[in-house]
Each structure stands twice: as structure tokens, then as C-alpha cells.
């Protein structure tokens, strides 16, 4: 069964984004691999009212509109589902993750279909999955006080089960974008292929 890769890009950017390339690059490390690919760039909707009713109806209750109020987030979830591993392309904006990676976020994190609470605490339920984050930014460096975008992706990866997370960064591409590409480069290339 060939390795499956659910490819996520976020950047608003088609041409000349980092990110893209970055994630292009990790995929070519695969190149067996099954990739479904996901362009968070073409939008999302934000969970709303509707949403959040339908999704706190037990399942067998829910009605037509509630089912279809859900269908994208089941769709969603069943891409995560179906991947061995995860490419998830994050540009800093303004310090935290993109809108629109936010938006897959909120869609995907569900109570009792991706986590459940326990007595312990919660437990995610995407297990046995990898995620390789390619990051990007003008002048916040990964994890530093001010990049409020990588621990927090790491821990909602982590709340639904995925916890096997590497990043490959190319930070503050404002200062010396060449060799902070090529940094990144080799980054990609060190990246192991087992998971």
C-alpha cells in the first residue's frame, strides 16, 4: 500500500511563495507517495452558529441542514484520516497561523470525532500519524516569544492525535532571504523518510 500525504498549502500567495516551494520540495522526497492536496488558499467557511448546533447534535438526530452544516468538516476529517502524513505549508502572518489554516483548524478539531475528553484529560484520536510543517517568515524566528505560530500548530496537531511533528524553517527571510532559502533546502533534504 503506497504511503499516503495530505498536502496543505495556506499561503495566500500562488507564485513566489516560500512555503509552496517548501512543500513542493518535501513532497519530491516521496515520490511513491499517494498526495491528496488541499489549497487552503481557495477558502474556507468559519464555523458559525448552524455549525456549532449541528455539531453538538448527536449524530443520529441531526437533520438534513445539519448534516449538510457538517459535510465539509467530515470531509475534511476523513482527508486527515485517510494520510499517512501530513505536508502542511504555514506562513507567519502577523505572528500567528493564516486565517484560512485557522478556518481547517476549528473544521477539523471535533469532541468525540478527533478528540474525546477522558477522565485524564483529552485524547486526541488522528494517532499514528506524522506531520512535516514547512514555515516561513519575514522577521519572526521559530520559536521565539514572538512566533505564536508553530508551538500553537504543534499543540492543536498534538490535541487530535498527531504528535510526531518536524518543522522545516525558513524564518526572517527578511534578513538574508538567499541563504535562509538555502538553509531551508537543506532542511528538506535532511528530513527522514521513515516515519
Partial sequence: MPHSILRLDASARRDGSVTRD???????????????TRDLADGLPLIDASWVAANFTPEADRDAAQRAALALSDTLIAEVRA???????????NFG??????????????????????EAGPQGLLTGKRAIVAVASGG?????????????????????????????SADRLALDPEATVKSAHDQVAALPLAA
Fill in 22 to 36: 517548501l512543500t513542493g520540495r518535501i513532497l519530491a522526497r516521496f515520490p511513491q507517495a499517494d498526495v491528496t
Fill in 83 to 93: 494520510a499517512d502524513t501530513l505536508v502542511i505549508g504555514l506562513p507567519i502572518y
Fill in 97 to 118: 497561523v493564516p486565517a484560512t489554516l485557522k478556518a481547517w483548524i476549528d473544521l477539523i478539531a471535533r469532541a468525540g470525532v478527533t478528540f474525546r475528553y477522558t
Fill in 140 to 168: 519572526t524566528e521559530t520559536g521565539s516569544p514572538m512566533d505564536f505560530a508553530t508551538g500553537y500548530l504543534r499543540h492543536m496537531l498534538g490535541f487530535v492525535g498527531i504528535t510526531d511533528v518536524s518543522f522545516v
